[in-house]
């Protein structure tokens, strides 16, 4: 069964973003065992669509569409798909409706230009879509289909994986499964060091190694013709690796380092406040983003000046004079003033040169120091970040979530 | 002048990279007044790759592939095209020395396979790496071009700049002039009614609409002989835009809405600090991506427990009590106690309900209220944001800086 995947959108062609459904796609027809032939893209442009259409359908049995689905004059791949495959536009009410809904709760107008949305080509499935107003749609014909869904990634992922993952398993053979290990705090080299033999002799499962948000991720995949079967064949491999590599592992599975760490919190009942400078509010944002956190977390400050250290943490003013404001001692201090200030069983704290100007010989862009207050103890670590200012924040944000858990882990143990 | 873009490599394909590259190519391209109509991606496999070539030539002029030049038995780009344009491959003595060279520095031995990096297509122009050890090159024939380009982005990038952009520009006839203008605060289909007429009369500049991290922009892109000519032709357009849809434009060009109301508070030398609530930091976290920002920030705070905005913001436990966290009350008084307790000019709150729970008849989630104390004024701002938490946060997060960017202008005009 082959598949070939078409964005279509000048946005893309032009290079004004990147086609990241391409990917997500191509990995999750991975995961089903069907084989992705050919990406392309095209214009909102309906001849070049249409002529993008007959190429694809030559070389492959199902074409998955990305973008075009939206309200304007220039979204057009449902129209052209109508005309590819002889089929007239036909109303759907009760799209009509979701959109008539979703633009009530905004209060915003209809527009004539929305209904369009509501037209799909005659037969097509519909499906739905949650996190906007353009529903996909399946055409089935003369043993082809043709899959069109949103552009936005935040809508087209969700609709793949809810709706679009069933339909295309009746094409699958067997399975793929796959997982992903975890790792952090080494480098993507020195791990393909580590496990170069490994890779090279596995075929089933594939073993690929991504560097992802800072971290390191192995992905596994491993076919078999029932999920059990494949799931079988990769625990060898899965127990090597760990041997290998299990002190840089944190975890398996979708869950990152901060959702790890959020529920580690609340399951142990530990409150946690964070005292920022040069993360400057990223740390205490990825707790809140985790829902129910309000169980563990009441406050979090940004204290960016000295004068703010000082104020609402207590740290001494000879500590900022005599050893800096980045220093393990101001780290010391901020993480155990935090802890204090919000009564909390879990004070971090982050001070550190993040760029691109303000470094020193001593103290080089990208020298940052973690303090953790965890119960009794003050725990406090130093960094040296390489990259852009965005980049020393957030690896240092990714830094005290992997200490964090590491004590966590250890504190469940012996608590 | 039509060009294509072809990705070549399984890692593309089965989507273990994203295909960034046509993203950079694509650009450049339109920035050379060349149209780009087709983007693709095949495997490494020398039948489908041969076959894309075919398909490549027959709706293009000028293709260029990215991949497959490397040391090993699976990168096959320049064997194809050689087969392709009925050329043999031929070794180029240069290349194989500069190859050996770079073996010699690196103290590592030359392998057979590294040697395949010296032969190309009998006629190709030969295009040096200084970043990498394949060469790239070019075959003309017949009035097609076929430009191969190494894979990696940190080869192929600095490639294209310097050799390929001085090559192709034969190729252009004038010269493309693109620029964006940024809107938020309005729907993608509003935006789209209210100046449908325009976008449909436009040849030059074209007007392409689109939704970009919860704004919206409008990309110009007019042709002209000279730069000059180019800029002309937009003005009279941009002029009609502003007349339709000034109140929602925020700016033109590359800077977003974080960094226009840094630069407006630095330039204009106003203090600012938060409070946030459903935010939880993402404010100041954007206010201290900003290099420089300490001038005029000094400290932020996230209180999320409604004990944290009594002790912190001095919020009248009867206001929490009365009228609830999520109220205009309560923003308003947590705006104007952070601007007190941090001695800033301005003082900006979030509260609002970013879900998936906490939601109710009255207070749905996804409603937030906004203050923004500016000077001597305490402004609020009722909004319902409809998406996931992450989403909520975001576009609160976006609104609060369209809200302060747009009191800085008022300001600076009659300050």
Redesign the interface.
Known sequence: MKVEII?V????????????N??????ML?MLGLG????????DNAI?LK??LE?GFE?ADIVITTGGL?????DLTKEVAGEFFNEEMVLDEATLKNIED?FK?????L????KKQAYFPKGSKIIPNP?GTAPGCIIEKDNKALIMLPG?P?EMKPMFKDYITPYLSKYSSGILVSTVIRLFGIGESRMEELIEDIIKEQVNPTI?P?AQKGGLILRLTSWGKTREEALDSMEPVKKLLYERLGDHIYGEGDKGLETLVCEELISQGLKVS?A?S????????S???Y????QI?????????N??KIK?LGVKEETLTKYGAVSRQTAYEMAEGVAKA?GSDIGISTTGI????GGSKDKPVGLVYIGISFKEEVYTYKINITGD??KV?HMTTMWVFYYLLELLKKYAKIG
Chains 1, 2 share one sequence.
């Open positions: 964005a959108g000048t946005e893309v062609l032009m290079g004004d973003i990147v086609n990241t391409a990917q997500y796609i191509a990995r991975s992705t032939y050919y990406h392309s893209a095209v214009g070049r002529e993008m190429v070389r939206g309200p304007t004059k220039d979703y709760r905004l209060g915003r107008p527009s004539d230009n929305n996190h936005p935040s690929a991504y964070a920022e040069c993360t400057g509010g990223m740390i205490s944002s707790l809140v983003n829902p129910g956190i309000s977390f009441d406050e979090g400050h940004v204290t960016y000046s004068a703010a609402y919000s993040a760029g691109p100007s200012r965005q924040r």
